[in-house]
């Protein structure tokens, strides 16, 4: 099963992104809704385990999250979970969020045969 097989040609279209930065590929995540965003005052520990592990155990497309108040780190930020699915994989590459496995395998064999290029 291939890309095309999965996904309508607007969609693929659509998601073709290039990611400049972490910022972009943050705004990519948070419009395909796999960005959460916590903004209550969370413990660093044993808080931000507790959301990483339910997020690593969703099904296939646990989303990344980002804490804005953390105890004790004022005015930080922190982003977990952004390769913890295929789901946020196939984002970074630029593809559709539900692109099968062997499609995300295949765009990495590429990306790598053509580094640093």
């Given at each position: ?80 979970n ?15 969020k ?20």
């Amino acid at each position: 099963m291939s890309i095309t097989e999965v996904v309508p040609a607007k969609e693929q279209e659509q998601a073709k992104v290039a990611h400049r930065d972490l910022r972009g590929f943050m705004e990519t995540l948070d419009s395909q809704g796999q960005l959460m965003q916590v903004r209550d005052e969370v413990m660093p520990e044993p808080d931000v385990r507790g959301y990483l592990r339910a997020a690593s155990q969703m099904e296939n497309d646990g989303p990344a999250i980002v804490f804005d108040n953390i105890k004790g780190y004022k005015g930080q930020k922190l982003l977990i979970n952004t390769h913890g699915s295929w789901a946020n994989t196939a984002l970074l590459f630029g593809m559709p969020k539900k692109t099968v496995l062997i499609d995300q395998f295949y765009e990495l064999a590429n990306r790598w045969d053509r580094y640093p290029g």
